[in-house]
């Protein structure tokens, strides 16, 4: 139904910066919420940042206000995690994932690409 591709991670030192791009396709629709998560090696998934489609509206996860910037270009069906300030402890698999803005479930995430920040 819907289609998520990650790109843009790699490998940073530490105070460095990084541009994710999450490419949609397939179903769209403007109450869909684009999200951004990551999983370290050992740790759970957690909720990195996320933004609504069809409005403005941002969320940042404390861990990261301050320093990552989400962004969308509707024209392109694309979602950005701009990542600033880049820390070792940053270091993970970065998904993007979508959802219905209404529904607290993410029901599409795409494959995840990896982001390595070193000392």
């Known amino acids: 139904q819907v289609q998520l591709v990650e790109s843009g991670g790699g490998l940073v030192q530490a105070g460095g910066s990084l541009r994710l791009s999450c490419a949609a396709s397939g179903r769209t629709v403007n109450s869909y919420t684009m999200g951004w998560f990551r999983q370290a090696p050992g740790k759970e998934r957690a909720f990195v940042a996320a933004?609504?489609?069809?409005?403005?509206?941002?969320t940042y996860a404390d861990s990261v206000k301050g320093r990552f910037t989400i962004s969308r270009d509707s024209a392109k069906n694309t979602v950005y995690l701009q990542m600033n300030s880049l820390k070792p402890e940053d270091t993970a698999v970065y998904y993007c994932?979508?959802?219905?803005?209404?529904?607290?479930?993410?029901?599409?995430w795409g494959q995840g690409t990896q982001v390595t920040v070193s000392s």
């Open positions: 933004i609504t489609w069809g409005g403005s509206t941002t």
């Open positions: 994932a979508a959802k219905i803005t209404i529904l607290r479930e993410y029901r599409y």
